[in-house]
């Protein structure tokens, strides 16, 4: 498809939505060209080709505006999927923003990714240049690890709010997320299985790690429960966020002659450093020790065949969302809050097993 039938399918999701309502004016083409990166001669062509629908119309010393006859058409719902800065460039936010598309186009919905201002009571959206009306949106997926419960709480109160990728149950929105204490009580039960005993887990001490540490240390206490283990301080490391690489972690064990032979962390930074340290010192560490990383390593392009990691069902949590909140848009109730997902465990190079025993292995919440 060319860039500019490509341009004028945006444009009418705009029009169908009521995002661009009937009769009213359309960002100019300078507008337009600055924010798609595209040139006049494509938005040029885009706008033209909405004319020939009877979708535009040029008013001479006034611009271009929706007609009219935009209104007679049904229209769809628009979603709102909240998110601030850059978080929809890559790894898990771009592969649930990809699912949630795909969600919302299949139930003949629009999709617009935006970040709230809440003096005006305005949306900044990320696909257009003008300010949209909170009102204006019919629902909204709330990526509830870039914005707090009060943030959450605000726009409930003013429109249907699902929540992926943490739980905010908390205020009472439907949330739909990763476990990772059931990853982290998967991880350990496997690293015991294999003969491990003197297991450590690993994250760092950003706000956002704060919070899914504590599902973490919850799971990984659970796991070498589970095998008769008491749990130490010891074996739990908070990391500084600066410090996330875990080169200094390796230094650390090797000095103190440390029996740790297992490592879980919430993602690769921490084993990569430890290995990359290690290798400068003349030492193999996968020779003699083993990591799982909590997170789906397939998701970007980190060393997913190194670690073991979790591949995460990140396409039905965004399916079960969207369905929730099209329900909630259409007047019915939450059918419940907590709707929490794992992954299944992948073995990689540095997990040194000979099988997984129970791949199959279900926590639920109330096991941990």
């Not at 001669?41 to 009219?68: D, F, Y």
């Not at 240049?129 to 997926?141: Q, R």
């Not at 491990?196 to 990984?220: A, E, K, V, Y």
């Not at 059918?335 to 997990?351: A, D, P, T």
Request: glycine share 8%.
């Amino acid at each position: 498809m060319s860039m500019s039938k490509k341009l004028a399918e945006r444009f009418q999701a705009k029009i169908d939505s009521g995002e661009w309502p009937a009769e009213s004016k359309i960002p100019t083409e300078r507008q337009l060209m600055g924010h798609y990166r595209a040139s006049r001669n494509s938005i040029r062509s885009a706008l033209k080709l909405l004319e020939e629908r009877k979708l535009l119309q040029t008013v001479q010393g006034s611009g271009r505006s929706v007609t009219k006859l935009a209104d007679d058409k049904p229209r769809k719902a628009m979603i709102g999927l909240l998110g601030r800065g850059g978080e929809f460039n890559g790894g898990q936010n771009l592969r649930l923003l990809s699912a949630v598309d795909e969600a919302v186009a299949q139930r003949g919905m629009h999709l617009t990714t935006f970040s709230i201002h809440y003096d005006d009571q305005t949306v900044a959206s990320a696909n257009d240049p003008v300010p949209l009306e909170i009102d204006k949106l019919d629902g909204a997926i709330v990526m509830a690890r870039q914005y707090q419960s009060d943030d959450v709480a605000r726009l409930r109160d003013q429109i249907p709010v699902v929540t992926m990728t943490l739980d905010a149950t908390d205020v009472q929105v439907p949330s739909y997320f990763i476990d990772f204490g059931v990853h982290a009580a998967i991880a350990v039960d496997q690293l015991v299985r294999m003969g491990h005993r003197h297991i450590m887990l690993t994250f760092d001490d950003s706000p956002f790690h704060n919070r899914i540490g504590s599902d973490m240390r919850r799971g990984f206490a659970t796991g070498l429960l589970m095998h008769g283990i008491e749990p130490t301080n010891e074996m739990c490391r908070r990391l500084p966020l600066a410090d996330i690489s875990g080169k200094n972690l390796y230094k650390e064990l090797r000095q103190t002659n440390s029996d740790i032979t297992a490592v879980v962390s919430y993602g690769e930074g921490v084993p990569m450093g430890m290995i990359e340290e290690a290798r400068a010192a003349g030492e193999d560490l996968l020779e003699r020790m083993s990591f799982i990383c909590l997170t789906d390593m397939e998701i970007s392009k980190r060393p997913a065949g190194l670690f073991a990691h979790f591949k995460c069902p990140l396409e039905q949590l965004a399916s079960d969302a969207v369905a929730e909140l099209t329900s909630m848009i259409g007047g019915q109730s939450p059918s419940e809050i907590y709707h929490s997902y794992h992954g299944n465990l992948v073995e990689g190079k540095s997990f040194q097993a000979n099988g997984f025993g129970s791949k199959n292995m279900m926590l639920r919440k109330s096991n941990l």
